[in-house]
């Protein structure tokens, strides 16, 4: 979905804008159990958006809108539906 939101774009750019990040040692127990990771800052490897896989339109990011000042974040599409 976030991928749709953006226009499909495979890098977006907004603004780290928390201090909490999403602890990668839980990251398959959290995908396993329909967490869908859907945004990656790819440099650090950094959860940025996230999905819930059987959700409509439940999205999360970690991150504020930004004028293209923002670091990359990876997008994943979203499994056909």
Sequence with gaps: MASRLYGA???IRERHRHRY???NDYLK???KNGLRVAGLW???QL???IEIED???FVAGQFTRSSGRGRGIRTRSSPAS
Excluded: M, Q
């Design 29 to 31: 127990t959290l995908e």
């Design 42 to 44: 790819a440099e650090k």
């Design 47 to 49: 959860v940025e958006i």
């Design 21 to 23: 990040e999403v602890n």
């Design 55 to 57: 959700h409509p339109y």
């Design 9 to 11: 774009e495979p890098v």
